[in-house]
């Protein structure tokens, strides 16, 4: 089981930027993909973006690309989310996971919830208009 702790939300307003970070303990960091989801009142949870164990692919939510960019540094166990031209449409909470099981694979990221085993508690990103 890995352990993961969400930092970087907060309010912005629309148009401007937070860059949200997922530390990771508790198991090989650099195995695992790992994705961010958010989910905003009254929505179902949908993924935003997924990054795999080597980082060399990604995968965006059509809404989120050219907007936001994942990434992760391995030697520091942290993902990365850099969200610019927020929206208030994007205000939700977001939770960084790992994904359950080590993907040998190469060329592609898992993106289902489903394949995500661990989750953070989340931080909230409130986007005023």
């Known amino acids: 089981q890995v352990q993961l702790v969400e930092s970087g939300g907060g309010l912005v307003q629309a148009g401007g930027s937070l860059r949200l970070s997922c530390a990771a303990s508790?198991?090989?960091?650099?195995?695992?993909?790992m994705g961010w989801f958010r989910q905003a009142p009254g929505k179902e949870r949908e993924i935003v973006a997924a990054?795999?164990?080597?980082?060399?692919?990604?995968y965006y939510a059509d809404s989120m690309k050219g907007r936001f960019t994942i990434s992760r540094d391995n030697a520091r166990n942290t993902v990365y989310l850099e969200m610019n031209s927020l929206k208030p449409e994007d205000t939700a909470v977001y939770a960084c996971?790992?994904?359950?099981?080590?993907?040998?694979?190469?060329?592609?990221?898992?993106?289902?919830?489903?394949?995500?085993?661990?989750w953070g508690q989340g931080t909230q990103v409130t986007v005023s208009s």
């Open positions: 508790g198991r090989t960091f650099s195995d695992y993909d």
């Open positions: 996971a790992a994904a359950r099981y080590v993907r040998y694979s190469r060329g592609s990221v898992y993106t289902k919830a489903a394949d995500f085993g661990s």
């Open positions: 990054i795999s164990w080597g980082g060399d692919n990604t």
